[in-house]
């Protein structure tokens, strides 16, 4: 701004006091010898900039689209999508507009340009930064990639892979408290595990009988652990940040600690069909601690004993 202040670039309220003019303009000019300015922040002419002007100021440059096209050309091997962003663009914008530990959000992520800078600007500059990209699975012609959130995921990869190729047999000199953090997870919108109570059309004990026969277990047909234990985090005011750790205490069930780094809570989940008491003795379990279970695999003794020992909760 104060070199096109110092070029009389700018039109002033105060210079125009008969006009409606509210806030600074740039000056139009018809002169073919003279340029008009463009109307960015963005300033991608800095070889014009002298080198006292260089000291005075901070200017992004970015690239255009053209080289958003190659970044991916070179990632994919061919032109995956059309007039993608130029990943200088966002490093200079995530440069400028945050802080090295803040969580950059993109609601359009698009091929997940934003995703490729953060993780580069991280490198460059020794930044925690972390983000979340957020993509409508649009359908693609593409077989290999069918949907747009396909591609961004794989560009994810690939870049990650790209930058831990670049580490290998190299000395660690990297310096940062929190070390480089290259892992990132995929969450998909989808029907709840729980199988939904939909009530009765005939309004008599057998169909009510038949009805809560099919919810003794209330989990739908299919489930997995992995996304049964993230339902059951988000249920418990867990963030999708949780770590979700197999406990090596405990042999005969399967049972797993899930942790909020964010918010120092934790808590076991066990969904076996049947339950040991003398396998949970591992854990040494105290009234501090929750578990969670399915109500099937708990007989009542196995259950009222559960509940002398910590917070029971089933499923």
Request: proline share 6%; hydrophobic share 35%.
């Amino acid at each position: 701004m104060q070199l096109h202040i110092d070029q009389d670039n700018i039109i002033w309220p105060y210079n125009r006091p008969d006009s409606d003019m509210s806030r600074p303009r740039f000056k139009t000019r018809f002169d073919p010898e003279k340029t008009n300015p463009v109307s960015t922040w963005i300033d991608t002419r800095r070889s014009v900039i002298t080198e006292r002007e260089e000291k005075e100021l901070t200017l992004l440059t970015a690239g255009m689209n053209l080289e958003g096209t190659k970044e991916l050309r070179d990632i994919f091997g061919v032109q995956i999508v059309e007039y993608p962003k130029p990943v200088s663009l966002l490093k200079a914008l995530i440069a400028v507009g945050t802080a090295s530990n803040d969580i950059i959000v993109d609601f359009f992520a698009g091929s997940c340009t934003t995703a490729q800078a953060v993780l580069e600007l991280n490198r460059e500059d020794g930044g925690n930064r972390r983000f979340i990209m957020v993509q409508l699975p649009e359908p693609t012609s593409n077989p290999q990639f069918p949907t747009i959130a396909d591609i961004g995921k794989e560009r994810i990869r690939r870049v990650i892979a790209g930058m831990q190729q670049e580490q290998e047999g190299q000395l660690p000199l990297d310096t940062r408290e929190t070390p480089e953090d290259l892992g990132f997870r995929v969450f998909k919108l989808s029907p709840s595990n729980y199988r939904p109570w939909r009530g009765v059309a005939d309004d008599t004990p057998d169909v009510y009988e038949q009805q809560m026969a099919l919810f003794t277990d209330p989990l739908v047909d299919r489930w997995t652990a992995e996304d049964v234990i993230y339902e059951v985090a988000l249920k418990e005011g867990y963030g999708l940040n949780c770590r979700v750790e197999p406990v090596p205490a405990v042999t005969g069930n399967t049972v797993y600690r899930v942790t909020d780094p964010d918010r120092e809570q934790s808590f076991f989940i066990c969904l076996d069909d049947r339950i040991s008491l003398a396998e949970l003795k591992g854990l040494n379990l105290s009234q501090d601690d929750t578990l969670v279970c399915r109500d099937v695999a708990l007989d009542d003794e196995a259950a009222a004993n559960l509940a002398l020992q910590c917070r029971l909760k089933t499923i």
